[in-house]
């Protein structure tokens, strides 16, 4: 008989436990032949191994088959819930002590019990209770299925006080919580989550109860040790507020509603045609064809329901609203579909008892997830595409309360955290927006605007694109915020004069009455001019064409040397070999002839690079070999149409990102790409 080939990761005179694994893939009838055909050192052992082994299950498996057939056939048609409870309470031992080795074994008396409770509607509830406690030892390790899901979302509707809430169900939901991969696989798990937190917050102590929860979930540590936690408790939360405002989205888009989805619908039928309703939008017999030259009046909207109550006023007067006409097919952002300008209308939405206690749960939520600094930066990338519903956003609790959430995210010195203030791409409105003055979100004096502004501004490498969207959309703001004394709008305002920001003469006349205004407006204006002084004088005195710092200078020696003489004629700077770092941008971009600039093995990074990109568009030659950028820096550097050298040995450039600005700087003929992913 000759060699076969068979199971592999055997050894001389030994069986190995691989070998033995993979035997166990084969069916019991033709293993045994299978096993016959080996003609290796220790084959007969392995045989009698996989022989047993394999006999051992079939039997196992065997008798688990028909103990399943019997069970089921006993609990179809039940007489006594006392014989019925005690067999379900056999079927769960027998399963915990089955030494098969298989999924299905902990899942198929799940099944059997979610059938029994589907079809027997009227058991009392300490019947319910009872089975619940029966069948919790296999909840341990095992998702319920998705009528099981049902029936404890019904448990916890109708008994949130229940023992079997917190003693079940918390392990239950903790689990859920940290291995569920896709609440959209599985919509029950996700809908069992909700109703468990919301019975936690119908508690005596409600709502504390659910912050130690969710203090369980994160642990114990600094860093969340559960990856999954975070996400899932986002899409819970994401799902229960978008059922508050359920019933009024579902009259307006005539789309099919959750709990039709759940159930299986997915077309509409028999459903109320659609109502003649948009959200602050002009009716179209009272706007004329010219919308930029005529005023908008709203007629008054009154939509109510068993939930929600939404009404728009009209306003004495209105300024024009939408300039498109009328066949233009874009999607008009967020803001432009919630509002005409701030004096347009007005708003008010009433949820239902329910919802409201259902909104403020969840929100509160959303506000204790903001406070551990390690889920913040992943949970300011969920919200960043306001996945909220409309009505939300026009309805004022909600804002308000959510307001905290975006408060934390704008305190946040972490770039990817402050960053997602910002809209996920042009055209789309972002917490920015919809929280500056004249949003619909904002309900302060622009105090949250100005913490924003100010981070932004720390981080923001498109320093002069944001000023001028400030200039474009936000001027008014920032000049009333600045007459009254805020100093980061004084700073931007100064920043716009020092940039050019703003071309209009009287625009410009009128910034500097507003700085002049207030005592800190005043000093940093004459400190602007100042500046702008020594900058002409620096040019008019000249000075030298070259300069080389000593190695190990740092930032302070650099700001220091550069304010003590004349550097308007400087040409050619080389800071190789010393420790400045990014922070001496701020000082470089004031050297107006500079065109050659070495940073050879220094910590100047991607902030600093982005900066340099936007000032020193004259820069010919750039020397950043060994240096810790990266491409979100390197791309910046497509705006500086007259670099001719660019080093980049040594740095962590991406072939793409070679590729692109290859593309977009045509001047540039000597390129030093070694020992990056370009080379």
């Known amino acids: 008989m000759g060699p076969a080939a068979g199971p592999t990761g055997y050894m001389e005179n030994s069986v190995s436990y691989s070998a033995i694994e993979d035997v166990q893939l084969l069916s019991w009838e033709n293993a045994p032949k299978y096993c016959l055909q080996l003609t290796i050192p220790g084959g007969t052992v392995l045989l009698q191994a996989a022989n047993s082994y394999l006999r051992d299950q079939w039997f196992h498996s065997l008798q688990w088959k028909k103990k399943i057939y019997k069970y089921k056939k006993v609990l179809s048609n039940p007489s006594r819930w006392e014989v019925v409870l005690k067999e379900i309470r056999t079927l769960v031992d027998m399963a915990l002590t089955s030494p098969l080795q298989d999924d299905s074994i902990n899942q198929a008396p799940l099944e059997i019990v979610s059938k029994l409770l589907s079809e027997n509607t009227n058991l009392t509830t300490q019947e319910h209770e009872n089975i619940i406690v029966a069948i919790a030892p296999l909840l341990e390790n095992n998702h319920p299925p998705p009528d099981l899901c049902e029936f404890f979302c019904k448990h916890c509707r109708e008994r949130p006080r229940s023992m079997v809430v917190i003693e079940v169900f918390t392990p239950v939901v903790q689990r859920i919580l940290k291995h569920n991969m896709d609440f959209g696989k599985c919509p029950r798990l996700r809908l069992f989550t909700q109703e468990y937190i919301l019975a936690l917050n119908e508690l005596n102590a409600g709502m504390e109860v659910v912050k130690k929860f969710i203090q369980s979930m994160h642990g114990p540590t600094g860093h969340c040790p559960h990856p999954r936690v975070l996400p899932n408790l986002v899409a819970v939360c994401l799902a229960a507020i978008y059922s508050c405002y359920e019933e009024f989205i579902n009259s307006r888009d005539n789309s099919p509603s959750l709990k039709e989805i759940r159930n299986g619908c997915q077309q509409p039928c028999d459903r109320k045609p659609t109502l003649p309703l948009r959200l602050l939008h002009p009716s179209p017999d009272l706007v004329s064809q010219e919308a930029t030259l005529s005023e908008a009046r709203l007629k008054s909207v009154v939509v109510a329901s068993s939930e929600i109550h939404v009404e728009v006023e009209p306003a004495s007067t209105a300024k024009p609203a939408l300039t498109a006409s009328a066949g233009d097919d ?26 409201d206690r259902t909104l403020g749960c969840y929100v509160e939520i959303l506000k204790l997830l903001s406070d551990y600094d390690d889920w913040r930066p992943s949970l300011a990338s969920l919200l960043q595409p306001i996945p909220f519903p409309k009505e939300a956003l026009a309805h004022e609790k909600f804002t308000k309360e959510l307001k905290y959430v975006i408060q934390r995210f704008a305190e946040d010195p972490r770039q990817e955290v402050h960053s997602c203030l910002l809209s996920v791409r042009a055209g789309k409105d972002g917490w920015f927006q919809l929280y500056s003055p004249g949003g619909v979100a904002c309900d302060d004096d622009g105090e949250l605007f100005a913490s924003m502004v100010h981070i932004l501004m720390g981080s923001c490498y498109k320093t002069k694109k944001f000023l001028l969207s400030l200039a474009e959309n936000k001027l008014g703001p920032c000049m009333l915020l600045a007459l009254r004394g805020n100093q980061t709008m004084v700073e931007i305002l100064c920043l716009m004069l020092e940039y050019n920001i703003i071309d209009n003469n009287d625009t410009q006349l009128q910034i500097i009455s507003t700085l002049e205004s207030t005592g800190v407006g005043k000093r940093m204006y004459e400190q602007l001019c100042d500046r702008q002084r020594e900058l002409k004088e620096l040019q008019r005195k000249g000075g030298p064409t070259r300069l080389t710092l000593p190695s190990k200078s740092t930032d302070a020696d650099l700001a220091r040397l550069l304010s003590s003489g004349s550097f308007g004629n400087l040409e050619n700077l080389s800071l190789a070999f010393t420790n400045v770092t990014s922070a001496c941008a701020e000082h470089l971009i004031k050297l107006p002839s500079l065109k050659q600039l070495n940073l050879w093995s220094t910590q100047f990074g991607d902030a600093g690079l982005r900066l340099l990109s936007e ?9 950043l070999c060994e240096t810790p950028v990266t491409d979100a820096g390197l791309l910046a550097l497509s705006s500086m149409k007259s670099l001719c050298s660019l080093n980049m040995n040594s740095t962590k450039l991406s072939a793409d990102t070679y590729e692109d600005l290859k593309a977009k700087l045509p001047n540039l003929k000597e390129v030093d790409v070694r020992y990056t992913e370009a080379w």
């Open 615 to 623: 000032h020193l568009t004259m820069l010919q030659v750039l020397n």
């Open 330 to 355: 874009n999607e008009p952002n967020l803001i432009d579909c919630l509002m005409v300008s701030p004096a347009c209308s007005t708003m008010s939405i009433e949820l239902g008892p329910q919802a």
